[in-house]
Structures are given as structure tokens and as C-alpha cells.
């Protein structure tokens, strides 16, 4: 018995020790949170509660994050948004765009869906919200929901809803979705992207003929802690809702721990490697494989864990909004936005807007080598989920010999006409799959 006394004595000894080296630890670093709040910030990140950056510039060095006092055409008020860095300002009304009371670009809408109503979401950066359309009723979701309405082959009345918002990658669509979107009750969902996941990386590393640099593989290739761990998060939150009891109070304990600074601490560095070793895997789980034509003579060669980087970005993120969507029952869309390099027969206007891409020699390489790798990414992905389809656009101005783009990425007032055309015979088509 004096053993058993003895040992258990030893063990509540133990605990109490332990207990107060933590309970010290987490005073320690309450302190230092409260001494020195600006370096504890990288310390104990907590997205309901950050502040982060944002240089969103006009070509003047005007800022938009509050409305400018003289504004840009095309340029409209944004303000920041603690998860999704910014998001358009609600109830804005210029000669060539409306911003409704919701913050997204056209009519206004309710909240709440109508019985009589298939229910089309947009997501995507400034060519899904038609950056340069002369109007709203000009942009392609807005001739799109004309178009879905005319084929008759859904049987309720479809509106098409413009959520797209200028600059936004992927992983903010992702939140976006998650954060509002899903509360306005879609039928279907549409991502329009691409452009803004290739360009930044396009532009560092010269079409990837030079190698990606660590630091932007982490933070833009995906892998950023605001956008994957919120996002992570709140997958993680949904799925939750559907366990058992057992499963509740264990993640009741788990949550609680994680309130104290002393878990947030050994929490967030533990993350901080895992992104620092996973930050250049390619691909979900594998590497894709190179179809590409081979490089010509005098071209420059791609980097291929560049381009893998890039591939393993938009796939990885694209997963997370077709499981998210999943689950609701909602099917997906995603669309590969259509890029200037890729149309064969140039109008004048468009010839001269690429005469400066040229001279480069590794614009084009990029286009023929790293944006159809994101295509194999998506492709890959929505051949796990029944219920996502993958489209490719590359082919949509082929054979158009009309200007179709205003700049490199965003269409014309007629190539919006084109894209909105294509995308509905599409729809139109299959509409049984997305019903």
C-alpha cells in the first residue's frame, strides 16, 4: 500500500508541476503579447482578429482600397475585408457599372432564392466581374443569364449572378464562397479564373525559365496561412457538424486547449514547417505529366518545378472549392479564363498591344507551357468529383478575326458577346448534369 501511496503521491506531484510550467509558459507570453503586440501578431495569428497589408495601387499610385476623390475609369471603392484582404464597397453606381447593395456588380438581388429561380454564381477576378465592359448589361455573365433563359432547357428562370471582384486569385474565390456565397443559395457555380494564379509567377520568373523563389512559392503559390488556414478551417467546421457526440466533446477539448497562447504558439510554428517542406511539392500527390510540345530551337527552356508550382496552386485550391460544393450538392463550373497569347488571328489593336510581349521571346512559352499545365491540374481534379466539370477556352477565338480583348486579359464589349455565346451552348447542352 505505502507504494501505491507513495506513487500516486509522485504522480499528482508530476501533474502539478507540469500544470504550472504551463500556466507559467502562458503567462509569460500573455505578457509578452501584451508588451510587444506588433511581433506577437507572426506569433499567435488569429484571422478573426489580424490586420494585414494591402497595396491595391491605381496606375497613378492612387490608392483603392477607399474611394479616390477624382476616380479612375474602371476603377471602383473597395474596403477591407478581415479574411478576404479586401472586397468591393455595396451600393455604388457609376455611368458604366452598379455595384448592388450585396457588393456585386448588376441589379439587385435578394438573399433569398425564389422558388421559380436556378440560381447561377460567378466567381472569379476582373474578367469574370468584365473589368472593361462598356455597361453591365454588356458583360458576359449578364448576356449569359439572356442566353440560359432563351435555350429553354432549364425549367426554372435562371439569374446569373456577377460575383466576381477585380484581383481576387482562386483561394480568395474559395473563402468568398465559403464566407457569402453559399448563403444566396446557388444551383450552380461558375469559376472564371486563371489569370491571376499565372500571371505574378509569369512575370517573376520570366514564363518560369528561371527557377521560383521559396518565399513566393509560400506565400503565393497556395500555401499562405490567411487564406489555407482559415479556408482549412472552415472545411474543417462543416465537417464537424455532421459527428457524433464522442466526436463533439473531443473537439470541445482539442478547441479549448487551442485557446491558450502557449498551443497557438507550438500550433502555428508546427504549421509553419509543414508549409515550408510542402510549399514546392507538386500537384495534389503526384507530379503531371509534361504534354507540352517540345521546346523549339532558340527557345527558352521551362523550369519544371516552376511550372509544377503554379499547376499544384490552382489544383490544390480548385479541390477544396469541389469538395466544398460537394457536400451542399451544388455542382461546379470551373473555366479556364482565355488570355490574349492564345488567340491565333490578331486584330490590329491586339497585335499592337502585344508588340512589347515580343521582343521578350518568353510570353508565348509561358502560354504554350505553364497555363495548359494549370488545365491538366483542373482536369485531374474534376475527374475526382462527379459533380465538377472542367472547360478550356483556349479555342473559343480561334477563329475570330474581330478584336476580342481590350487588353491581355479582359474581353471587349464583342468578345464578352463570344464568351457568353460559348458558354451557353454549353450549359444549354448538359444542362441535365448541373440540375
Known sequence: MGL??????NLMLSLASILATLLLLELAFWTYVQLRSGKAAKLFLEPERATYPLDFYASDGQTLITPPR???????????????????????????CHINTLGMRGPE???????????????????????????D???????????LNACGAFPRRVEVINAGVVGYMIKQELLYLQLELLDLSPDLVVSFTGANDYIPYVEETQGCTHPISEMSAITRAGHSPVFYDLSYRMEEHAIEQSGSVTDGLRDLWQYGARRTRTAKFLHNRLQALRRR????????????????????????????????VIAANFGQTLQKMARL?????????????????????????EAA???????????QVATDKVYPHMAQAAEAVAAAHPRMRFLETKNVFRDFAEQAFADEYHLTDRGNEVMAQFLADYLCKYSRGFR
Request: net charge positive; aromatic share 8%; with cysteine.
Open 137 to 147: 448589361e454588356a458583360t458576359w455573365p449578364a448576356r449569359l443569364e439572356k442566353k
Open 70 to 96: 477624382h476616380r479612375l475609369k474602371d476603377t471602383h471603392g473597395y474596403t477591407i475585408h478581415p479574411y478576404l484582404i479586401y472586397r468591393m464597397v455595396p451600393d455604388q453606381h457609376y455611368p458604366e
Open 353 to 363: 498591344r502585344l508588340d512589347p510581349y515580343r521582343a521578350s521571346g518568353w510570353y
Open 277 to 308: 517542406t510542402a510549399s514546392l511539392r507538386p500537384g495534389p500527390g503526384r507530379a503531371l505529366a509534361d504534354t507540352s510540345p517540345p521546346v523549339a530551337a532558340g527557345e527558352p527552356a521551362v523550369n519544371a518545378e516552376c511550372r509544377n
Open 325 to 349: 460544393l460537394d457536400r451542399r450538392s451544388v455542382p461546379l463550373l470551373a473555366v479556364q479564363q482565355p488570355l490574349i497569347w492564345q488567340k491565333p488571328a490578331l486584330a490590329p489593336a
Open 4 to 9: 501505491l501511496r507513495n506513487a500516486g503521491k
Open 109 to 135: 438581388i435578394t438573399r433569398e432564392k425564389p422558388a421559380d429561380v436556378f440560381r447561377v454564381i460567378i466567381t472569379g477576378g476582373s474578367s469574370a466581374f468584365s473589368m472593361l465592359a462598356s455597361n
